[in-house]
């Protein structure tokens, strides 16, 4: 698995690593973008069936409060009220028949919903 980034005195620590197959895809995804200058942005935004869901777009923006970290050769980014509800996640990508696509694994999620993109 490949992990972002080691957490030093003075910096937040990582809100969520890839695993090598999530970043081998997320830059596949921006390649065929074509947006060399885009960040993968994730968040975690309220609503789904248990209370908070995951977002995940690409993003040419990053601001001062955003947590950005590198994973192979993709950036990264995220506000900094998600970065404390993702703190230990991984973001992980299968493909095969059953379960193709990104999946966020929380510790700090008590709950989630059938669909996989929510959690309390």
Avoid at 54 to 63: I, K, L, P, W
Wanted: proline share 3%; charged share 20%; glycine share 10%.
């Amino acid at each position: 698995m490949t992990t972002m980034s080691t957490v030093r005195i003075g910096r937040k620590p990582d809100p969520i690593s890839l695993t090598d197959a999530a970043a081998a895809k997320v830059a596949e995804l921006i390649a065929q973008e074509g947006g060399d200058d885009l960040v993968l942005r994730v968040a975690v935004r309220p609503g789904g069936c248990s209370g908070y869901s995951y977002e995940m777009f690409f993003d040419s923006e990053v601001v001062d409060d955003d947590v950005v970290r590198t994973a192979g050769a993709v950036k990264v980014a995220v506000d900094s009220a998600s970065a404390e509800l993702l703190a230990g996640s991984t973001l992980d990508y299968t493909d095969g028949l059953q379960g193709a696509g990104f999946h966020v694994s929380n510790p700090n999620a008590t709950r989630t919903c059938g669909c996989g993109s929510s959690f309390s």
